[in-house]
């Protein structure tokens, strides 16, 4: 089963797209797409639940904890990729309906 | 570390340890991000953010477990019923098959030896297809009552049709008189 696109769905997505081979931070995603994590972890889970995210832990610095790191798994990458089209083409389907009632 | 995020801290990490064993490790990962977070207040909402998600993560881990508890109990109820059942019928056809047995052995005796004359004595035929099984049936169910039940209801059941049987069969037989 995959992800539910909702905006903020999108938002995650977009901020994994930049650089889809990046391990990144849940802060640094939610200051990215401005999501709280209360928003943002629950997209997080189930991406990770429906194998789109790979997640690891990076040991910091001394006296600083790990961290878990997130990173888009190849399925993870086709999905955004078709998220994307599939977005794009309502795009366009809705401009076009607009220019046809119009 | 100032007071806000250190209460921050503390309330995330009561909550991560509060909460389900599935889901703790992105718990700890809130937790541990906490202490990158930007400021004392945002550190705040964070935690906030935190705890909503463990809550959120923990209501519905119960419902999974709740969900999958009633499924077994429904599972265990149905194949009690099916055991139930199955006993009942047994008891039912236990009886059928004990009236068949002396009914043939009657019929058997009736044909090797004719000149008895059991074909013409009515009250041996009650006697030996209805009144003995009956009794057996009534002695069996008595003693399996304790040890299994729907099987003696299963006896019991089927002597009972059978004594509506005989008794409407006298009830016919003393009307036509």
Do not use: N
């Not at chain 1, 997640?55 to 399925?75: F, I, Q, V």
């Not at chain 2, 550190?43 to 999958?68: F, H, N, P, Y």
């Amino acid at each position: 089963m995959k992800l539910r696109l909702s905006p903020q769905t999108l938002l995650v997505l977009e901020a994994f797209l930049e650089e889809s081979a990046v391990w990144r931070y849940g802060y640094e995603i939610s200051r990215g797409s401005g999501l709280k994590s209360g928003t943002l972890y629950p997209i997080l889970m189930r991406m990770e639940e429906r194998q789109l995210l790979e997640t690891k832990w990076e040991s910091g610095e001394p006296g600083r904890p790990a961290r878990h790191m997130y990173r888009l798994t190849p399925d993870g990458m086709q999905f955004v990729r078709e998220s994307r089209h599939a977005q794009a083409a309502k795009g366009l389907g809705a401009v076009a309906l607009g220019e046809a009632q119009g | 570390m100032g007071l806000v995020r250190s209460a921050a801290r503390r309330l995330v990490a009561v909550a991560a340890r509060l909460g389900p064993e599935r889901g703790r490790e992105w718990a700890r990962a809130m937790l541990a991000e906490l202490e990158f977070v930007e400021g004392e207040w945002e550190a705040l909402w964070w935690a906030l953010g935190s705890i909503t998600v463990i809550a959120r993560r923990s209501g519905q881990e119960w419902v999974r477990l709740c969900g999958a508890e009633m499924r077994r109990w429904e599972r265990l109820a149905m194949d009690q019923m099916g055991k139930k059942t199955g006993l009942l019928v047994a008891g039912a056809l236990g009886t059928a098959v004990l009236v068949m047995i002396a009914f043939a052995l009657l019929y058997l005796t009736a044909v090797t030896f004719p000149q008895l004359g059991i074909e013409q004595a009515e009250w041996t035929h009650i006697l030996v297809v209805i009144v003995i099984p009956a009794i057996i049936c009534l002695c069996g169910a008595a003693w399996l009552w304790r040890r299994k039940r729907p099987l003696a209801v299963g006896i019991l059941l089927s002597v009972v049709a059978v004594g509506t049987h005989v008794v409407l069969h006298f009830a016919h037989h003393f009307a036509r008189r």
